[in-house]
């Protein structure tokens, strides 16, 4: 989920915490609650600095050691050890078990959007993406809102956070089943399909779907459980030629395909240059898939610049590069 929902999620399991009369009638337990849930919704994504190093180090390794079971565990031990070190006449017990419970929450709800986590690290270093829930969800986000609104009104705010997180749970079970409806329909139309990826969108009727069948790649998108078609591809295996192999070599290509399942590549040569090019399928807008991976190369298949990441246009991907283009 994105920052601002992590916020609120943390926000709110603070004011559940209060259903318990012994945190509620404690002159510090709420606030030191608070703090930690606070803190505990955001502690798996404070490895977003790595984007300051560069895209392929970030791509290949957010939601990954941050979000895996040692770090769900360690995050609220560090968590308590600060509100402690800080007020140490705070009953830590209550503090350990709603950080962990943010924590936790944080990670949980992550495994719903497409992007995924690596959850089960050490155990295993799959993705795991329900591709169910957007990044930002309209109706969480407000809908949180909405609770605090009542809260700041006087209502009891265990209680209504209560009511909220049974309001979230429908809601989450709803999108499941809404996944699962896109996905018997896309299997229907194809029955050799071997997999179908979908991607939540922030519209609740809409989502983006590839379809792959062992020789086709379909791109679509299902609109109100209708489901239109927009280009497809031949579906090609990586091929085990020099040219691909060097480029494999490159950190940016190497993250791309650590995180991208279904894609398409091509080759193509500019007078000296052979540019590697792969294209992740699954984030289709207006017709530009913004979602890429590409490595130049030198007659001698040297690497001379590459890039992975988010762009919107040819020009901007050029200037990332570093290649000014013609």
Known sequence: MDTGTHVVMGISLGGLATLDPTIANDPLLPTSIMIATIIGSQAPDFDTILK?????????????????????????????????????????????????????????????NAYGTQALRPFSNRWIALGVINIFDPFIFFSHLAAFAFWALGLPPGRTILVLYLVLIAYYIWRVSEKGR???????????????????????????????????????????????????????????????????KDPNLSAFLSFSPTYRWEIEEQDDITEVRFVDLRYRSKGHYPFVAIVKLDPELNILSSYTGWVFSEETLQKKLNIVTE
């Not at 989502?207 to 497809?232: G, K």
């Open 52 to 112: 300051l190093r560069n895209n392929a180090v970030y791509i290949r390794n957010h939601r990954g050691i941050t979000h895996s079971i040692p770090a769900v565990l360690l995050w609220p031990l560090l968590i308590t050890s600060g509100i402690l070190f800080l007020t140490p006449e705070t009953n830590w017990l209550p503090v350990l078990l709603w950080s962990f419970i943010a924590v936790f929450l944080h990670v949980f709800v992550d495994i719903f």
């Open 182 to 248: 896109v996905v018997a329909h896309a299997k229907k139309l194809h029955p050799d399909a071997t997999h179908v990826f979908v991607s939540p969108t922030i519209r609740w009727n809409q989502w983006h779907v590839v379809i792959r069948t062992p020789d086709v790649l379909y791109v679509t998108e299902s609109r109100n459980h209708q489901i239109d078609y927009f280009e497809q591809y031949s579906f090609d295996p990586i091929p085990d030629i020099p040219v691909i192999n060097a480029a494999r």
